[in-house]
């Protein structure tokens, strides 16, 4: 689908209220399908990725409903789900692929997972490699979708340092070693997003964290819950940043999810000056606030080293707020931006080139220099590549560009954010 741009918006005003946490939905159905009882979940992200998730466990037997944004999970626990007749297919969803590959590898029926191009290209190997090394039985290479998981009956415990920043490896070796023989450690190389961890102790599980280090104690006994998904920090960040860069905007983002692992975005960007507060704080098993924003100028800085997981999907909002920041701003240590659903530091330099933005890739990150006023100057047509992240941040970009732009495979933004154009026009003046 191709879409027309809102471009040289005056103004934003008013108050949003974004979709579900996409993480957070993730998990919250998965161990609603592992516990006992029936689970209630509230303003679930019916996204296009947690849609899979939830397709997938309906093939795995799971009894699961929807009304409106709630979803209703009839649990089945580990040991009880079914042999699916058709391959799991994930789509775009790194995250539900990942996570799942860790569940499934103690089942007593084979299992093929598949995911659509994007998906198909994206690096499982960190996660079947450790698998692997505790018994489930993925023939190698194991390096890319499809992948067949056959049937297993043990799992071993594991040692093991974790070596790329990611919370999807860590939280697939949690499904895994919560069916294993003995005690797991997993040890961290930063600290990723921690709702995996946090969800297993909202449905009565045991876990250890030491710093870096999670013990993790076998157990498959879960307890139903009640609860609601907090606003996705990732998709009010798109918001924060138009309301940061269009003149005399304020915006109010409604109840958006606070956990300090997903909220480096705000800190890098206070730092660079921008007008933000938070409000009506609320702290459940995942803390939430309203997000209060003004417009205002920036300066550049510097992102590298443990922050960048804290702010891994939102590294295409910080390049462009780097665009209109005075000075120069340094992204580092981002290499894993390649390996997303498209090549994230190609992405972004070619689309904001496009724009005349001043930015060079590295091969773990980019450099920009600001501030450059944004219009259409080599093409007055974008692409997402196919990624939502992509194209939520060039529909920001756009606001504050002078001329007429269109993006390309605009539908892309349904995998997290199905009414964003809708929300977006309706806060636009
Ligand atoms: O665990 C998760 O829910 C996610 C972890 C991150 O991926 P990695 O674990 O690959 O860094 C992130 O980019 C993704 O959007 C969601
Ligand atoms: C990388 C992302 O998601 P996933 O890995 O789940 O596809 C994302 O949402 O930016």
Redesign the pocket.
Known sequence: MEKTLRTNVAKLTGTIAVPGD?SISHRAAIFGALATGTTKIDHFLLAD?CQQTLTALKQLGVPVQLSGDQVTIKGRGFKNLQHPNQPLNLG????ATRLLLGLLSKQSFAVELAGDQSLSKRPMARVTAPLRQMGANIAEPAAHLPLTIQANNRLQALDYRIPVASA?VKSALIFAALQADQVSHLTEIAPTRDHTERMLRQFGGVLDKDGLTLTITPQTQFKSQQLRVPGDLSSAAVFVLAATLVPNSQLRLQQVGLNNTRTGFLDVLSRMGANLRVENVHSAFEASGDLIVNTSDLNGTIIEGQEIANVI?ELPLLALAATQAHGTTVIKDAAELRV??TDRIAAVATELSKLGAQIETKPDGLVIHGPTPLKPVTSDQLTTYGD??IGLMLAVAALISNGTLTLTQAEAVNV?YPHFFADLQRVCH
């Open positions: 996409k990725d775009n969803s790194g995250t999807q999907d997303k659903e939502h992240r997290s």
